[in-house]
């Protein structure tokens, strides 16, 4: 999931799959308002100021501040899919699918916490069809994980007693790594991950897999 | 724990312990606010007219919005400190008084998650002063589930790799109930919370107490 922190908010170039080079600077700048100041009170003069820019030539790459809001929700949120379906979709037992999705998915909201707290804390900030249009991302996502965890329950592997429950708690323990991951992580993205996968695989009973998954139970 | 919902944010008179009565309008009004539209967007003005009083009228019970925010987070971290903490000087097995911490934070997480949200998103807004002191009731509140866990290992009830990892995974799963309660919940914070229990022990790998905690593993 390399290319992942080098196509959203890496070290290098964040958000470099955006173009042209203006348009990229200027979600960047919106990312860190909205994540220090709240969508409301940031205003799109606010946005062209850090990324060095005039207003006016912000209205040519975004008609509106709620354009900048989604075009950043729309991106995290189809990151988060791809890593979900991704694993949900890969070879393997259940145990293993299942912690590669939780893995990958803490390394992205600890490695993009900024990006991934604007995306969770500001979804009443969307106009409807926008929020529409994010809701039916997370819906798929969701449906990933439980897709999963059925795989478990069916095959044996994992004891869980409410799937649906299950699931959201899941997705809830990985997203909230956003919250606390910059003010109380004294671990890497990667430790962190690998430390949430051996959690859930507990939390689903998983029997405990021939090979252990690569990095869980650290010490 | 039903005192908890009665004094604040409970359905009948929220925030009840504050007085006088035109101070505790306006911090019900404050709450509203800044969950709504975030700390910065909001104004004194508009948290006066929330709660049908004119500015001046605020000044006389809070110099500055910023003691509202102060006065907020210092309730609710105490209400969460004060949970955790009747949990771990509880009577019973470690994974008795994990399980009630758990479910009395979760239902107060679900049932005040407006108040809530702005106690976790907005701790960066606080003045210097006023962070350090809710930073010592958080240090505090994580100190009173490891000294749960830690009690669970060394009774032998418990295998976990890492404890002070293990707490901040519970507490961060259980906080962020706030974040999608309202949005996606069908249950009642009660059910949420008799639910969360159960999750919690299995990942701290409880043995099965002899008698299963009241209301853990619903179906």
Redo the contacts between chains.
């Keep these: 999931m390399g290319t992942v922190e080098e196509t959203v908010d890496g070290e290098d170039k964040p958000w470099a799959e955006v173009g042209p080079e203006a348009a990229r600077r200027l979600l960047v700048a919106a990312v860190e308002a909205f994540a ?6 940031t205003t799109t003069r606010d946005i062209a100021g850090r990324a060095g820019m005039s207003p006016a030539a912000l209205y040519i790459h975004y008609k509106t501040k709620e354009e900048l809001l989604h075009r950043i929700s729309r991106i995290g949120h189809e990151k988060a899919l791809e890593i979900l379906e991704t694993a949900a979709d890969a070879e393997g037992t259940a145990a293993e699918r299942l912690a590669m999705a939780v893995r990958h998915f803490v390394r992205w909201h600890a490695g993009h916490h900024m990006t991934a707290r604007v995306v ?2 500001e ?2 900030a969307l106009g409807p069809e926008h929020r529409t249009e994010i809701i039916e991302l997370r819906r798929r996502s969701d449906a990933a994980v439980r897709r999963i965890i059925n795989d478990g329950v069916e095959a044996g592997e994992f004891d869980v ?2 799937v649906p ?2 699931a ?2 899941v997705l ?2 990985c ?3 956003a ?2 991951f910059n ?2 992580g004294r ?1 890497t993205p990667d430790e962190v991950g690998a ?2 996968a ?2 859930v695989l ?4 998983a029997r405990k897999p021939e090979a252990e998954p690569r990095g869980a ?3």
Tied chains: 1, 2.
């Design positions: 220090e100041r709240g969508y409301h009170a969770q804390y979804l009443d007693p409410y429950g299950t959201l708690a809830s323990l997203i909230d790594v919250r606390w003010v109380e671990r430390f949430y051996d959690l507990r939390m689903v009973s139970a650290q010490k």
